[in-house]
Nanobody, 123 residues
Framework: QVQLVESGGGLVQAGDSLRLSCVAS????????MAWFRQAPRKEYVFVAG???????NYADSVKGRFTISRDNAKNTVYIQMNSLRPEDTAVYYC?????????????????WGQGTQVTVSS
């Protein structure tokens, strides 16, 4: 059974940093594109950042320069380093895997999803 398990969320103040991790049990991890999405209360899923199997990255405009996505294929893990956090970054953060290998900003192409980790940024 494929699982994606996120960790690292929490309650922080504006300007602080957090690093989220996502460990995947997929056998195809090294070839999958991985992404982070977030969902604020009563809002839709929003693309945050994505990374291809060989390290190509894409970011939402709202997080460029503040967030960095990375992966360790030997550990089946994808990370997102979040700096200079703002209250508007408050959301549940989900990692997702796309076996097709492309980083896309919409939800549908992603085959597997984690359960999410809460990030709350106070002002």
């Amino acid at each position: 059974q494929v699982q994606l398990v996120e960790s690292g969320g929490g309650l922080v103040q504006a300007g602080d940093s957090l690093r989220l991790s996502c460990v995947a049990s997929t056998r195809t991890f090294s070839r999958d594109a991985m992404a982070w999405f977030r969902q604020a209360p009563r809002k839709e899923y929003v693309f945050v950042a994505g990374i291809t199997w060989n390290g190509g990255t894409n970011y939402a405009d709202s997080v460029k320069g503040r967030f960095t996505i990375s992966r360790d294929n030997a550990k089946n893990t994808v990370y997102i380093q979040m700096n200079s956090l703002r209250p508007e970054d408050t959301a549940v953060y989900y990692c997702a895997a796309n076996r097709g290998g492309a980083v896309v900003t919409t939800v549908a192409p992603y085959d597997y999803w984690g359960q999410g980790t809460q990030v709350t940024v106070s002002s």
